[in-house]
């Protein structure tokens, strides 16, 4: 069977970013897609929001400990920007500059989701922050995890043991299938960028679906010479 042979980009890194729901496998299939493309010999870097640097982590245990939820959505909104304004400046922009690919475990489409459908927080709050935060940055693909709601709750509790849930793993189902809502939504209205994949199935398979959304998108392949 003949083989592609990877053209690997040259400049400027690519931003991929990974949504999903509470327990969608986001973690897990970041971490596969970071040691196929080590194979490959690209050089990629993993990062998280909120958190992924010094200055957004110590925001990251603000929000999930629920001091956010207590100051109200606007508020948690500006917890969730100053953390980005630091992540971006700190981690992702200098990585990318450098030819590095950035996975990022959530972005800008979580605060649109959490926050803007589900805490209410006008559009253009949201936009603001988006414009002093991040600018122009965007994300060359965003791969948004879907799974039943009722299944995400299932593999959270798993995850989370005897652990006290988080900030969001509390809310309840009623907040998570509009959780679900969003992200379609945000995926239908940005087809070039951002690809909806079913995460009900076992870690390999849906990697596989990464993978191939990823190559379809983002990686020029080409047939060895003298192959067909």
């Not at 994300?139 to 969001?168: K, Y």
């Not at 087809?191 to 990686?219: E, K, S, Y």
Request: glycine share 10%; hydrophobic share 40%; with cysteine.
């Amino acid at each position: 069977m003949n083989q592609a042979t990877l053209q690997r980009p040259s400049g400027r890194g690519k931003f991929i970013t990974f949504e999903g729901g509470e327990g969608s496998g986001k973690s897990t299939q970041i971490k596969k897609l970071a040691e196929r493309l080590a194979a490959t010999k690209l050089r990629a870097i993993v990062t998280r929001e909120p958190g992924g640097s010094p200055g957004a982590e110590i925001m990251r245990h603000l929000v999930l400990s629920g001091m956010g939820k207590l100051l109200g959505p606007d508020a948690e909104t500006l917890l969730f920007a100053a953390a980005r304004d630091d992540h971006v400046r700190t981690v992702i922009q200098p990585a990318l500059s450098q030819g590095t690919w950035v996975l990022c475990d959530r972005f800008s489409d979580s605060t649109r989701a959490y926050q803007g459908r589900l805490g209410q927080v006008a559009p253009g709050v949201l936009n603001a922050m988006q414009r002093v935060t991040i600018g122009d940055l965007k994300p060359d693909l965003t791969i948004i995890l879907d799974i039943p709601v009722d299944v995400g709750h299932q593999r959270a509790a798993a995850r989370r043991g005897s652990g006290v849930p988080d900030r969001f793993e509390a809310e309840d189902l009623q907040f998570h299938q509009g959780l679900r809502d969003a992200y379609k939504q945000i995926a239908a209205e940005e087809p070039q960028r951002c690809v909806l994949i079913d995460a009900n199935a076992d870690a390999d398979t849906v990697a596989g679906r990464v993978w191939a959304a990823l190559r379809d998108h983002l990686l020029a392949t080409k047939s060895p010479a003298g192959t067909a």
